[in-house]
């Protein structure tokens, strides 16, 4: 697999429920990030999770590193309708340009 | 709050003729970047730019491209004979010196005829 790349590749579920998504990756990181992005835009910083760090949250979101599988999760909690998007993972190896997955794309019913 | 801005929104042009696509990145920003993005697919690295030089570049950043950073506000990426692969979205982001934070424009869509 290429350096970060996220499962499931679509997710669907019902508003107030969990969405989790997890990212893989290849080789030693600096630092792993979540974007989102909404159809046809451009992408949002969500969260930045340092090397040295194994656990981060921010609101809803909740983001896990394990740098011994070279994974990540991102879990939104109470998801909403407005979560609807494709939430990407990317990792710096340190020079500071970004690699990011394929994606996950999530659709929450209301 | 300060923005990434991207210029034009959606550009239709025809194979073989040469594109400019421009940038305003966030003004304290040193760091700037393209991405693009064909429909439906991940989001490809091109190209870094920092203190007035190409720091790091992708394996489709070939001779056609070139970025150019003019003026102290405006950073460009030159397209010099678009083929038919080079419809996709583009992304100009800028990062500070200090965070690892990329701020995205919302994207400049090609369309290469």
């Known amino acids: 697999s290429q350096q970060g790349e996220e499962d499931p590749q679509a997710l669907s579920i019902q508003e107030g429920e969990n969405a989790t998504m997890n990212c893989s990756y290849k080789?030693?990181?600096?630092?792993l990030q979540w974007y989102r992005q909404n159809s046809g835009r451009g992408l949002v910083h969500l969260i930045l999770?340092?090397?040295?760090?194994r656990e981060k949250h921010s609101g809803r979101l909740r983001v896990t590193l394990d740098t011994s599988k070279k994974s990540s999760s991102l879990l939104i909690t109470a998801s909403r309708a407005a979560d609807t998007a494709s939430y990407f993972c990317?990792?710096?190896?340190?020079?500071?340009?970004?690699?990011f997955g394929s994606g996950t794309r999530l659709q929450v019913q209301p | 709050e300060p923005e990434v801005t991207q210029t034009p929104s959606h550009q239709v042009t025809q194979m073989g003729q040469e594109v400019i696509l421009r940038c305003v990145p966030i003004?304290?920003?040193?760091?700037f970047y393209w991405y693009r993005q064909i429909l439906g697919q991940k989001v490809e690295f091109l190209v870094s730019?920092?203190?007035?030089?190409?720091?790091?570049k992708s394996e489709i950043f070939d001779d056609q491209f070139s970025v150019e950073r003019p003026d102290g506000s405006n950073f460009t990426l030159k397209i010099r004979s678009t083929k038919l692969e080079d419809s996709a979205m583009y992304f100009c982001?800028?990062?500070?010196?200090?965070?690892?934070?990329?701020?995205f424009g919302e994207g400049s869509r090609l369309t290469v005829l």
């Open positions: 982001a800028s990062a500070g010196l200090n965070t690892g934070e990329l701020f």
């Open positions: 999770i340092r090397s040295n760090e």
């Open positions: 080789t030693s990181i600096n630092n």
């Open positions: 730019f920092y203190n007035n030089e190409i720091s790091e």
């Open positions: 990317a990792t710096d190896t340190g020079r500071r340009a970004l690699t």
């Open positions: 003004s304290n920003h040193l760091y």
